[in-house]
């Protein structure tokens, strides 16, 4: 397989077409952005982590029978996906209060979600990702109703999955965004899923190892994330 040129640049990752038309690859870049890219900087070695990352979660979700677009680990920064037709939406799982949702709502961070909550939003920096529903989906033709369904129930099995995985490494899973997209009829996982993207906190102190370091201006952002990588068990050598 063989790289081709540039078809995207988003915020934090750089996408490439190849010869196959199914495959794409993704370079993870070490930009990172807050308030919808409000807020820039580069931090050094983060696309490597976060590629690494990616790989080590994309894999245990297949492993429990979610299909994801991942493929393989190209070099430091770049992986080969599958190439979807990606839903215009973000899913958004809540199992603890934090971020927008307090902002909103007037509610406590730390508070715990029962039953966790998923939201809908769309994916469009300029009008700052508006939280959207079902309606709004049908309506606008953004996905069609099994579609919709599909994300919520795939949305909900991460969730499953990834809480009891971070549990065991000693992590909160606060709450976390997923992209999906359509491949040959089927939806798919599709994005990423690193630390830029979801809130993990230590289970005993609640110290925030997540892109809230960033947004915050708490510092130690990148060692934030290679000591989440770390207790995972995710292979950061040659990083
Ligand atoms: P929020 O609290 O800002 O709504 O975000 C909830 C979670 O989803 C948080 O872990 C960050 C993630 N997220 C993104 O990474 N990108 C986005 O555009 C949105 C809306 C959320
Ligand atoms: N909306 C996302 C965040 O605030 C990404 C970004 O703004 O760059 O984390």
């Not at 690494?52 to 492993?63: C, H, K, V």
């Not at 961070?109 to 508006?130: Q, S, V, Y």
């Not at 630390?195 to 130690?220: A, H, I």
Request: charged share 30%.
């Amino acid at each position: 397989m063989q790289k081709k040129q540039e078809l995207y640049a988003g915020k934090a990752k750089s996408v490439f077409l190849t010869d196959d038309a199914d495959r794409l690859v993704l370079h993870f870049r070490n930009d990172t952005t807050a308030f919808d890219g409000e807020k820039k900087a580069q931090l050094e070695r983060k696309g490597a982590i976060n590629n690494r990352f990616n790989a080590f979660i994309m894999t245990r979700l297949a492993e429990h029978g979610i299909e994801t677009h991942f493929e393989k680990l190209l070099g430091p920064n770049e992986s080969v996906v599958k190439r979807l037709t990606m839903f215009p939406v973000e899913c958004v799982v809540r199992n603890i209060a934090a971020g927008s949702i307090c902002k909103r709502l007037g509610i406590q961070e730390g508070i715990d979600l029962n039953p966790p909550t998923f939201e809908f939003f769309l994916k469009n920096d300029a009008l700052h990702d508006p939280m959207i529903n079902e309606y709004h989906i049908r309506a606008f033709g953004w996905a069609a109703d099994a579609e919709v369904a599909r994300m919520k129930e795939l949305t909900f099995k991460v969730n499953d999955v990834l809480k009891r995985l971070f549990m065991a490494a000693g992590l909160l899973l606060v709450d976390y965004k997923l992209e999906f997209g359509a491949f040959h009829g089927r939806v798919l996982l599709g994005d990423e899923f690193t630390p830029d993207g979801c809130r993990l906190w230590d289970s005993n102190t609640r110290k925030k190892l997540d892109k809230d370091r960033f947004r915050q201006g708490l510092g130690g952002v990148v060692e934030a994330y290679e000591e989440v990588a770390q207790r995972l068990g995710v292979d950061l050598s040659g990083i």
